[in-house]
């Protein structure tokens, strides 16, 4: 299928005299989790991730993505002529570098202009040029091949986000916004992305999997505001919402006649807006900057702060009854990873308030645990017994908040290497969860004490140790976390109010995977001028993992201090048996003698 495919799209490049094509996983809103409409990248290559890149020439066909998926690729690429390129790896593996050493004088790229941000953009053409090789963005060529089978383009309705979970209304945010493109001198300030304008517009929808988001663009002037949406979207209540708060409805194809009239100065971030967008916009009034709303959605206001405490509570209840779930019917039928999954959502589902997961839950068993983001699927799902170790990464949208937690298990007695890994990720993540730091401290900073326990035993991990989350909102959201490199994640200072995950792991490949995955807010610090973590994720570790010789009297009492906390938070939601299982799941730990 996918040779054949790859075959279609040659014929095709051949008769435009294209060279090559780059297709990214992505859409025209820069999204990490997209409608099927627009996974382009998985229908030419076989290859489900969140991130890749494919390159097709007509002699080699190659997926680019980071060793997050090395496991996953390798297995999904197996029936296809498309090879891995693992990033990461060396300076060379990436997908621009390859196009430059493999494409010759007078070649050409197709690059799709919709698709991509114009950075990206200039940075192949900056790169090309020195070899005289030309971009071409014009042509749809996925587009012009995948007729048959192809999903439509989402289209479903949006709903208000009552303020009293968001704290603010969409015209406070507004004004906080144009406040600082008052001070910036800017008269128009374009978005793109959609859980910016959801947040900015109290609106939630359904248009993008795992994410409350809806298709949409947002053009925030200093006396007017535009919501560029599918038409018949806006309801004769949802007009009337949107008109109290300042914000006019305008149809979504609309907003390219829009952009080429402007002509007062406009605000335009070039590493979120797609290319075909930004070259509407007048370049005498175009302005790169950075998206204002990012940064002021990073920070979540009191009430949602107060909304998640209590989310966590429900998210924590139905854990307690999935995890039960699995321990009382594991010896009694066959229970897949898939079985499992559908468990977690299921418990979840029960809870006040819930809309869907965050993310397809990454339930992985021995092995498949040491696959970072694996998916079980209901044909190939491994059956999970009495023994080994069982790596469950799940998380829930609820009206007042997002959940993302990970747990490792001991499904039978654990090895004594698996406890000596467990115990070294248990001591980074402590380690990041205690730290006070200055105020101005960045993610790469903090990263290091995720790592330093494994670091002293020669070990590593390929991801990063943590990514900001929104408020029933996209699970994954920038700009802040923990992570090596010079990214977002690494390079922007934490701020009190800012919502992380704190996520070390250590995977063994083809034995199993290891991560702890908490969810944090930064609050300010009994020190002046310093912040610390304030840990909001209510569920108990797994103590028969754990090599209490290796931990410290400060991580032994942090443990049972956890312990005591997730116990009194949630058992008077448990009774009866569940609550007398759920009391040894959180039972305390004492030094050796």
Known sequence: ????????????????????????????????????????????????????????????????????????AEQELLESEIALHKMGLSDKAQPDKWILENLSEGDVLAMTSDMWPPTSIRKYVKQLTKKNISVVTQYDLIGEIWKEGRPAIPDLPIFVHDVKYAGKSAGEKIAQVRTIMQADKIEWHLITTLDDIAWMCNLRG??????????????????????????HKATKEMSTYLKTQGIDVRSYDRINKDLQELKELVLVNPDDCNNKL????????????????????????????????????????????????LDQNV??????????????????????????????????????????????????????????????????????????????????????????AFTLVLKGHISLDSIHYPVGTTGSQLDVL??????????????????????????????????????????????AGMFSSNEPGYYKDGAY????????????????????????????????????????????????????????????????AIQHWFEKKCDLIHPIA
């Not at 294209?18 to 290559?45: C, G, L, Q």
């Not at 007042?400 to 090895?415: L, N, Q, V, W, Y």
């Not at 943590?466 to 490199?485: I, R, S, T």
């Not at 108990?540 to 443990?559: A, C, F, N, Q």
Request: glycine letters at 8%; a negative charge.
């Open 1 to 72: 299928m996918i040779n054949e495919r790859l075959l279609l799209l040659r014929n095709l490049m051949s008769a435009k005299g294209i060279s090559a094509i780059v297709i990214p996983n992505s859409d025209p809103h820069n999204s990490e989790y997209m409608a099927p409409y627009w996974r382009k990248m998985t229908w030419i290559s076989g290859f489900t991730g969140s991130a890749g890149t494919v390159v097709i020439t007509a002699t080699h066909a190659g997926l680019w993505t980071d060793s997050r998926y090395f496991l996953q």
């Open 206 to 231: 359904k248009d993008i999997p795992f994410n409350p988001v809806f298709l949409a663009y947002l053009l925030v002037g200093l006396s007017e505001a535009r919501l560029y949406i599918t038409e």
């Open 278 to 325: 930004y070259e509407l916009i007048p370049k005498d009034v175009r302005k790169d900057g950075r998206t204002i709303t990012r940064w002021l959605k990073a920070i979540k206001n009191e009430v949602e702060q107060a909304h998640i405490e209590r989310m966590m509570i429900k998210d924590g209840v139905a854990l307690a009854h999935a995890f039960y779930w």
């Open 331 to 420: 010896d009694q039928q066959v229970v897949t990873e898939f079985d499992f999954a559908e468990k977690i959502a299921y418990f979840r589902s029960q809870q006040e308030g819930y809309y869907g997961e965050s993310f397809p839950a990454i339930v992985g068993y021995k092995s498949n645990g040491a696959i970072n983001h694996y998916r079980p699927h209901k044909e190939t799902a491994l059956e999970i017994k009495r023994e080994g170790i069982l790596l469950c990464d799940s998380g829930g949208q609820y009206i007042d908040g997002t959940s993302d937690i990970t747990r490792t298990i001991a499904m039978g007695a654990p090895k004594e290497e698996e406890k000596v």
């Open 450 to 495: 995720a790592r330093q326990h494994l670091w002293r035993c020669g070990r590593n991990y390929g991801h990063g140790t943590g990514h900001g989350v929104g408020f029933f909102m996209n699970v994954h959201e920038p700009p802040q976390g923990y992570a090596p490199g010079t990214g977002s994640r690494a390079t922007t200072a934490l701020e």
């Open 513 to 576: 995977g290891i991560r702890i995955e908490n969810l944090v807010i930064a609050q300010q610090s009994t020190y002046p001028g310093f912040l610390c973590h304030h840990n909001v994720t209510l569920y108990p570790l797994d103590i028969s993992l754990i090599e209490v010789s290796l931990l410290s009297p400060d991580e032994i009492d942090w443990i049972n201090d956890y312990h005591i906390k997730v116990y009194s938070a949630l058992s008077p939601y448990l009774e009866g």
